[in-house]
Nanobody
Framework: QVQLVESGGGLVQAGDSLRLSCAASGQPISRYGMGWFRQAPGKEREFVAGITWIGGNTYYADSVKGRFTISRDNAKNTLTLQMNRLKPEDTAVYYC???????????????????WGQGTQVTVSS
């Protein structure tokens, strides 16, 4: 079992930055591909960014490419999402997720992830 706890959400203005963190416990995340998803009211949960378990390869949704950066620190068992130039359409609850162990590549669909955090709210005002 992997427990994931997100932090760092909040209310910001368009153009501002936020840094989300995800603290993992229970197992080392080094064996898992990790991802960030988000869910806006009335919408399905969508992939935002992912990072492979080995090599640290990253992949982003087109909507955040060039603005968001995902990174991992296996020594600290943490995952981070740096969000720059935020837009009102980035408003959502953001979830950290751990995928199936040793999966190659970045998985962009929710069934590919076994463990989820409780989410942190990000609200961007115009």
């Amino acid at each position: 079992q992997v427990q994931l706890v997100e932090s760092g959400g909040g209310l910001v203005q368009a153009g501002d930055s936020l840094r989300l963190s995800c603290a993992a416990s229970g197992q080392p995340i080094s064996r898992y591909g990790m991802g960030w998803f988000r869910q806006a009211p009335g919408k399905e949960r969508e992939f935002v960014a992912g990072i492979t378990w080995i090599g640290g390869n990253t992949y982003y949704a087109d909507s955040v490419k060039g603005r968001f950066t995902i990174s991992r620190d296996n020594a600290k068992n943490t995952l981070t999402l740096q969000m720059n130039r935020l837009k009102p359409e980035d408003t959502a609850v953001y979830y950290c997720a751990a995928g199936k162990a040793y999966t190659p590549g970045v998985v962009t669909t929710t069934p590919g992830y076994d463990y989820w955090g409780q989410g942190t709210q990000v609200t961007v005002s115009s």
